[in-house]
Nanobody, 121 residues
Framework: VQLQASGGGLVQAGGSLRLSCVVSTLNMYHMAWFRRAPGKERVFVASIPRSRDNTYYADSVKGRFTISRDDVKNMVYLQMNSLKPEDTAVYYC?????????????????WGQGTEVTVSS
């Protein structure tokens, strides 16, 4: 499966961005977004299962970020509102078929190349 993330950029604190990830054969996979801030480990941001019956978020983004998917368009989105400087990171979309919610990068089988988000104060 191939994943390609896009939509990153530079935004002021309090602003919004929407990240997109195109996924071949999306309907076969659970999907997630992770991020890696400079000098830090890759961490879980959000996930949405194949069934689309729930969504899961890291505490740090809950209430500000929304993950969604469109299986017809083979797209996964991460709507990011009320952005903070601490949201600055490279964001990665990931696909897996076993775990619909796991904070461990190793539990996700396929990864996009990442898209950079910079939030200025």
């Amino acid at each position: 499966v191939q994943l390609q993330a896009s939509g990153g950029g530079l935004v002021q604190a309090g602003g919004s961005l929407r990240l997109s990830c195109v996924v071949s054969t999306l309907n076969m996979y659970h999907m997630a977004w992770f991020r890696r801030a400079p000098g830090k480990e890759r961490v879980f941001v959000a996930s949405i299962p194949r069934s689309r019956d729930n969504t899961y978020y890291a505490d740090s983004v809950k209430g500000r970020f929304t993950i969604s998917r469109d299986d017809v368009k083979n797209m996964v989105y991460l709507q990011m509102n009320s952005l903070k400087p601490e949201d600055t990171a490279v964001y990665y979309c990931a696909a897996g078929s076993t775990w619909s919610v796991s904070p461990r990068p190793a539990d996700w089988s396929y990864w996009g190349q990442g898209t950079e988000v910079t939030v200025s104060s």
